[in-house]
């Protein structure tokens, strides 16, 4: 079965970074990868990055800290997250699009996500 697969969560102090992977598991042909979102307790899940064919679109709140990036290779993104804030403590998740076989797409794909606390 064809899966999102988020990794990299964890505990870290104000200031500290992480980097959280998205990769698909299962045989696929290709990934188009739309985004990293995150829901933190209670609230609705909000865009952190949108990723699209030339451009990366990043939320405001984490301009000039949050950088995301890929390895084709692999078929992963990334998300490096520095001078994280207990703000950024939420669940992220990664949704993409995914080529099963050539011609034949699945849309709208989300992992179970990785969880990011923030705290001292």
């Known amino acids: 079965q064809v899966q999102l697969v988020e990794s990299g969560g964890g505990l870290v102090q104000p200031g500290g970074s992480l980097r959280l992977s998205c990769q698909v598991s299962?045989?696929?042909?290709?990934?188009?990868?739309r985004g990293w979102y995150r829901q933190a307790p209670g609230k609705q899940r909000e865009l952190v990055a949108r990723?699209?064919?030339?451009?990366?679109n990043y939320a405001d709140s984490v301009k000039g800290r949050f950088t995301v990036s890929r390895d084709n290779a692999k078929n992963t993104v990334y998300l490096q997250m520095n001078r994280l804030k207990p703000e950024d403590t939420a669940m992220y998740y990664c949704?993409?699009?995914?080529?099963?076989?050539?011609?034949?797409?699945?849309?709208?794909?989300w992992g179970k996500g990785t969880l990011v606390t923030v705290s001292s």
């Open positions: 949704n993409a699009d995914i080529e099963f076989s050539e011609g034949t797409y699945g849309t709208d794909f």
């Open positions: 990723i699209t064919r030339g451009a990366i």
């Open positions: 299962g045989s696929i042909f290709s990934v188009n990868y």
